[in-house]
């Protein structure tokens, strides 16, 4: 995986060479609202997410071990996506997110 | 300020919208450390990071009230950022990413 920072020391830039490209953290928030998610709902779910992308974003992520590929239908095959205990592990960066985007959209009420 | 994602019902959407953009955590991350900091002290902090990227970075961060530029000389003028009191209101988020950055680091170790 490229590295987004070249701050290997620092747990913050290794924390974001990870996760910190754009769409990955809202690919994590769903995996994390719904047990599991196809291609197509991910898609619906990231408006302006271009199909690609979002491959490569799932690509990285599985590679990083965050991420696991399980299949649910045989014919034609089709795959579905789940958080491993490692991308579990970044639910406290969801949650301080999702705390603060909340102060921001109280600010703007 | 552009909006990186279409999604302003989502707390953390919004939130990366601010905060999501590269280089924007990790200039919040030094000025979460230092009381204030110099353009040149950023720019020799964030390895990789162009002068006008950084410029552009620390604008956004200014229009969305997160830091603010103090004169520290007058001849030549020249300036400092400080974070403000919206800007500390991120802090749980560098420390959850520090955490999980950490996690990863003892992984690799």
Redesign the interface.
């Known amino acids: 995986m490229a590295r ?4 290997p020391l ?7 060479d ?1 996760i ?1 490209e ?1 769409w990955t ?2 690919i994590l ?1 769903d995996l994390t609202r719904n047990p599991s998610r196809r291609f197509q709902d991910l898609l619906d779910s990231l ?2 997410c271009a199909p690609n992308t979002l491959s490569a974003r799932l690509s990285s992520l599985e590679e990083a071990g965050l991420i696991e590929r399980r299949q649910y239908e045989q014919h034609p095959p089709r795959m579905e996506y789940v958080l491993t205990d490692k991308g579990r ?2 639910r ?14 109280a600010q703007k009420a």
Chains 1, 2 share one sequence.
């Open positions: 987004l920072y070249s701050d620092c747990p913050v830039a290794c924390a974001l990870v910190g754009k953290l809202l928030r408006h302006g592990e970044v406290p960066v969801l949650k301080a997110l999702k705390a603060w985007g909340q102060t921001l959209q």
